[in-house]
């Protein structure tokens, strides 16, 4: 078992608890310094655990680590909760952040779990929608994803409220988000964006962005949260590679994750030295760029942590535009939002150009009728609201006949899962249910690769409402809409009902 605090000495760090991580980003010019615990298979006790448990207890007393951030159940597979690592270190008086992945639990397991953390003093959370089930107990589990991180947010934001019912009481969770900006085509980096701008509309107070070699894309990042007026600290991702693991991140097996042929070739037959000094320069680039701090990934020796921290801070105040210069591997005919500034190799002020997008005749025809009928307000409106609701008083058989006459047309035409609670106008009539694996109604995971989904060969449904709205102008306005959450009681009855009688989410977001 993990030692208790009667069980060791205490740490000095315990009599002196580090600064919490809200309190480190809301000072002048913060440069914090967190580090990723990826969590392992089986009981702590056991050897792997209890190496990374160890190491923990040793980061948890260094005075340049801020704060340690625990992951739950990465690539897909069931590991040791990050709690459990994370309540012998909130004990040693270190912050903490707690992944959540929505891949493994539905809305009551997570406000359940929202309860569990902030009763026992954790105080910073990573909403995830997470990544797709890679294994299980007897085969393959099943993916649960009943909300996403931009629904989970939503909901620890409320919880932070109290809910709207005094007697449970107010949690106070720092949430922070994560940003996918490496990403090759532009119907897959700006949807990234205005998911990353939902995201802090549903409360996220920061935000880490993915694993990429691109300082220009990064610095991207920053100069168009800017040009948006969305201030929350941004934490940039440097990742210590080593050759096998710039492979595995090359093949794309880790989804979001971006070292492209180029990079890979820059780096083949590296030392230990060379990437321990690439991080650094990654560190002094992030720095100078105005980032909030760091996000340290990759297995490393607590040593290594120091050596990385001494590096980084001999150099000089201006090296990190040189070094910014050399880290640019940007994937093939990869798109920016910004021109690049010749200067500096960064973004410059001029917008970069954009394609005109494409609408099918189907997506065109779907449109025109929920303008005509499904919209409130619209011509027809009234009439549906009054025919359903005579169905509704009327006979059952006419309910289900109409019923099934719905499904035959959106069946044919959207694949449609009949879920009641329909979310066709949300994704240029593309349906989440039948052709998004994890069911994202919130804007795209950050799994995609070359616009295709991580699971399976077919074209992320995002990346495709995304160049449909484009044809009507309307693409940056996409994702502008209240957080979408599925009401599971609709399954199975007529989403075309719950629209005009105001029992679907539509309706829910009207009178919120």
């Known amino acids: 078992m993990v030692e208790s605090p009667s069980e060791s000495a205490l740490p000095q760090s315990w009599q002196k608890p580090k600064p919490l991580l809200r309190t480190l980003l809301d000072s002048p010019n913060p440069f914090v310094k967190a580090a990723e615990l990826v969590t392992t298979r089986g009981l ?25 951030s625990i992951t739950d159940n990465p690539g897909g597979h069931a590991m040791l909760a990050a709690d459990t690592l994370g309540t012998d270190l909130i004990h040693r008086g270190q912050e903490v952040i707690i992944h959540i992945a929505c ?4 809305r009551n397991a997570l406000e359940s779990r929202g309860w569990k953390l902030a009763s026992e003093g954790f105080h910073n959370v990573l909403a995830l929608s997470g990544d797709y089930p890679a294994s299980g107990y007897r085969g393959a589990a099943a993916p649960v994803f009943d909300i996403d991180s931009v629904g989970l947010l939503r909901m620890y934001s ?6 709207g019912e005094s007697h449970l009481g107010q949690t106070d969770l720092f949430l922070g988000c994560v940003v996918s900006n490496h990403k090759r085509y532009e119907s897959e980096v700006i949807p990234q964006y205005l998911k990353l701008r939902k995201k802090i509309e549903n409360g996220a107070r920061f935000t880490i962005n993915q694993i990429g070699y691109d ?7 920053l100069r168009w949260m800017e040009l948006n007026e969305l201030r929350i600290p941004v934490l940039a991702n440097v990742y210590v590679l ?4 710039a492979q595995v991140f090359n093949s794309g097996r880790i989804p979001g994750v971006v070292v492209t042929d180029e990079f890979l070739a820059w780096a083949k037959d590296r030392d230990r030295a060379f990437f321990l000094d690439l991080a650094a320069k990654q560190i ?10 760091v996000y340290i990934g990759g297995h490393l020796q607590a040593e290594e942590y120091e050596q990385l921290f001494r590096t980084a801070d001999s150099f000089a105040p201006d090296d990190w535009r040189e070094f910014a210069k050399e880290i640019q591997f940007p994937l093939q005919d990869e798109f920016y939002f910004f021109e690049r500034d010749p200067e500096t190799g960064l973004s410059a002020v001029d ?25 409130p307000g619209a011509p027809l409106f009234g009439a549906g609201r009054a025919v359903y609701s005579a169905v509704e008083r009327g006979p059952r058989p006419l309910g289900k006949s109409l019923h099934v006459l719905e499904q035959a047309i959106k069946v044919s035409m959207f694949s449609c899962r009949d879920c009641g609670d329909c979310s066709l106008p949300d994704i240029a009539y593309l349906c989440p249910e039948s052709q998004c694996v994890k069911n994202q109604r919130n ?15 077919k074209d992320c449904i995002w990346a495709l409402a995304y160049d449909r709205l484009k044809f009507y102008g309307e693409e940056d306005a996409m994702l502008g809409e209240a957080a979408v959450i599925k009401d599971n009681s609709l399954r199975g009855t007529s989403a075309w009902a719950n629209t005009f009688l105001g029992r679907d989410h539509h309706s829910k977001e009207a009178s919120s």
């Open 443 to 457: 804007g795209p995971c950050g799994g995609t690769r070359d616009g295709k989904c991580e699971v399976g060969d």
């Open 284 to 293: 002094a680039i992030a720095r100078g760029n105005g980032f909030a701090g």
């Open 158 to 163: 409320d919880m932070n409220l109290g809910l």
């Open 44 to 68: 702590v006790t056991k050897t792997k655990a209890r190496r990374i448990l160890s190491l923990a207890r040793e980061l948890a007393d260094h005075p340049g680590i801020d704060v340690l």
């Open 215 to 221: 300082a220009r894309k990064d610095d991207e990042l």
């Open 242 to 245: 080593t050759p096998r693991a």
């Open 103 to 106: 891949k493994d639990w539905n």
């Open 351 to 375: 917008r970069a150009p954009r394609k005109r997008g494409h609408a099918t005749l189907r997506y065109r025809a779907g449109r025109k009728l929920h303008g005509l009928a499904f919209e």
